[in-house]
């Protein structure tokens, strides 16, 4: 961008998004500082996202910056932990302007808002290449208390928070808006969907009420069956998932009729989370549901082997020939 | 690559490289987990690097691993911070196999063995554009100690570690091997200026001695000319560098006889670090030296005023056409 050199960027798009948050040490110094507090430990996690490939080229910036954020918040919230702050690094391709910054750092400050999460750091550099970017988000957790994939038991209840398949759906009408007449959607309903792409909801209050009761969790990225299958792989059990059970928004139930149910099951992109739980500690879900106002849903339970079992409402094993599905 | 998952890749390749550190967690969880330890504060920070922009093309992997991974950790050299763990963001273009990713972990490993630091989490994705990094390093450092940009003061003695100027020749000679007969410079001397391009040494051990005695620094990555620029600005102070102080090894003593001294001094590529510290305490530059074995050299004063101005051996004023470089 033609005159505007990477320090006039950040000091204009970014220091604002710092603003606040004292360890960001205005965006000016060589690294942040970061405190979890006494008794917490820090949360990390690494995602990367290229245009093109994790989220659909020539979007609405402010729409970019909240898949990235959001899906990168998500994995604090599989763990329990609170948002603190994140760093971005930023490939920006040449095409990038002063509009689309001004864009896409708004929607980073709405969405930290929502989120409650700053910037601390970072690095913008050019490529040649796809815009790309990489968050890293830092949250906190009291020290052992963090929910891991590791911990699943033979006789847990398996449960998802929220709806599923609603961001594969959304995705799908990004791509192709006339699908929703086909689907018989009203427009709020594919707006909706739409949304649920672009804008997942990172479960932080569920599973900040969740801390302490649930076995094992993660958020729903690659799709339920194959995200529980790492819960199954990871724990040493078997999960047997019944996929009536699943819980799916209206739209989601009216476009279903017209897709197989095992695409919503195989997707991906949900950033609902995933987990088990004793039996004995049921009643958490519950109270975590109404205190979150997100509903918790069972929809299986681990069993001794490995692998994940679908069965639909008949009892019938389900046939998915997904790369996510492993048989018992 | 064909028939390699991602997880076949993160199992084989990574999470060696996360081994004894517990709070890497395996690599199979959603984020990792760091503390600072008792009156420590987490030092963060992320860069982004690109093929053909921040390293040559078609590199050993094991030098690209190592500038990746040292180039980061010299950020938290100029902190003052120790080294504790990194993320790092891996965006594969289409070519990369295994003998590739073999020889890159391989070294990150010896890498990490030399800098004192462990893998923690990341994530793998692909691009169709040039293959890319962002890593983002953590250190630790006792609360109140992180050494900063602002912070040099009228008087203050500016000081340079190590040499200037062997890595924006050895970028050079990387690209056209052939210079090193035009600079009358030995195979030894032409593979030195080489490695100091590609492994740069974070100044770890000279900025935890210096700890609580320098009032400002920074390590040198756009140029020492532009770096002290930053100092300068952030600080609200002039400098002035004498250029005929500034410390070169044998080997750029020779080249440069061919080129001009500001080329080394707006290089770049340099990652030693850049000081201030009051005369009172100059005697400290020596036992740091002592301590690290790396020479700190003083090169200039912070005066009133402000920008970089740089004077030769003669008192004369160099004339520098560089972007680094603001005149008072």
Redesign the interface.
């Known amino acids: 961008m033609s005159g505007e050199s990477e320090f006039d960027r950040i000091a204009r798009y970014f220091a604002p998004l710092a603003a606040g948050f004292p ?1 960001a ?1 205005g965006l ?9 507090g006494a008794g917490c ?10 245009e ?3 989220f659909l080229p020539a979007a609405d910036p402010a729409l970019v910056a909240a898949k990235i954020l959001r899906c990168s918040v998500s ?2 919230a ?2 329990g ?1 609170e948002p603190l702050a994140y ?5 920006w391709t040449a095409d990038i302007d002063s509009a689309w910054l001004a864009r896409f750092s708004q929607g980073l400050a709405h969405e930290q808002a929502a989120l409650g999460i700053k910037l ?11 815009l ?1 970017f ?1 968050v ?4 906190t957790i009291p ?1 052992g208390q ?1 929910i ?3 911990g699943a038991e033979i006789g847990d209840l398996v449960a998802v928070t929220g709806t599923i398949g609603d961001a594969f759906l959304g995705l799908k009408l990004s791509r192709q808006p006339a699908l929703a007449a086909d689907w018989g959607l009203s427009g709020e309903e594919a707006a909706f969907l739409t949304e649920r792409y672009w804008r997942p909801n990172p479960r932080l209050a569920s599973m900040i009420a969740l801390r302490g009761a649930v076995s094992a969790a ?2 729903i990225s690659d799709g339920l069956i194959a995200d529980l299958g ?1 819960i199954a792989a ?1 724990s040493g059990v078997g999960i047997v998932l019944q996929a009536g059970a699943v819980p799916l928004s209206s739209a989601a139930q009216k476009a279903v009729t017209r897709l197989s149910l095992a695409d919503l099951l195989t997707g991906g992109d949900d950033y609902e989370i995933a987990l088990t739980i004793s039996p004995k500690k049921a009643a958490i879900l519950d109270e975590a549901a109404r205190a979150s106002g997100v509903p918790i849903t069972i929809v299986g339970r681990c069993v001794a082997g490995s692998g994940v079992r679908v069965y639909d409402g008949a009892g019938q094993a389900l046939p998915l020939g997904q790369t996510g599905f492993r048989h018992f």
Chains 1, 2 share one sequence.
């Open positions: 360890g040490l000016t110094d060589d690294a942040a500082l970061l405190d979890p430990t820090l949360v990390v996690s690494t995602d990367a996202q290229v093109g490939v994790h994995d604090l599989a763990m932990a760093t971005l690094a930023t490939f601390a750091g970072g690095d913008t550099v050019k490529t040649p290449g796809p790309s990489s890293t988000v830092f949250g020290i963090a891991r994939r590791k993660l958020d790492h990871t």
